[in-house]
Structure formats: C-alpha cells, structure tokens
C-alpha cells in the first residue's frame, strides 16, 4: 500500500466511523472503524521507514515488509496489531496509549462483547483525532 492509499483508506474509514456514530447502536462499529483508521493514519505517518540494523541500514517501505521482518526476527509469535503497537510506542510514544486502548477496544468488540456504551465509542473517537492530528500535522517532521 503506498504512502497516499494509506492516508486515503484512513480517511475513508474516518468517514465510516463518523457515520456509524449517528446511531448509539453501532458503537462496536463505531470503535471498530476508529481502530482501523488510526492504523492506517499511523502507517502514513510511519512508512517508508529506513531502521539501521546491526551494521546495516534497512528500508520499510510498508507495514507488511517491516513485519515480514520483524516476525521472521523476533523470538516466540507475534501478530501484526502488537507489532505495529510495539512500533508505535518506540517512535511515536505520544499516541502510543490513544493507540493501545483503541487496539483493545477493537479486540474486545470483534471478539469478546459487541455491546458497549456510547460513551466509550466517543471516546474511541477521541482517540481517533489525536491520532489523526499527530499522523497528518505539516509540521511535524516524519521520523
């Protein structure tokens, strides 16, 4: 996925989260959509990637090329929202916790509970913007 389809598909479920938000009664949705943006607003801000590794400099053009790595690398399994979490939190520890609950929240309404209160979408939401505004600002240097 290139830099422009990341942003776009970011914003495309931005979009879907913003609808889905005018019924209390899609909050899992509401969350899921969150999530799913803020990951695609992350890999914008994130990739290309260059890592000096060992002796080595390492170019990360995607997520998937990074994690192709990352997995083949790291001891014991790990799936791809920890790996991007763990990301995350080494580069850009600011949005790391926004990051985190929505991973969570994302996690329990897909698998664990689909009801949950509207509050918590709002505040999914919440961590949403951050994200986005962090992801996107011009003046911000990309690291």
Known sequence: MSKNDSLNHAIHNKEACEYLSKEPKFSDWVITTAFYSALHFIDYKIFP?????????VNFT???GYYDF???NKEGKINQHKARADLVE?????IAPQFNKLKDLCHNARYVNYKFDYDIAKNAKQCLEKIEKFCTANNLKKY
Request: aromatic fraction near 20%; charged fraction near 20%; avoid cysteine.
């Open 90 to 94: 080494s580069l850009f520890p600011i």
């Open 70 to 72: 990352y997995s083949k």
């Open 62 to 64: 995607t997520f998937n």
């Open 49 to 57: 990637l260059d890592l000096k590794l060992s002796k080595y400099p």
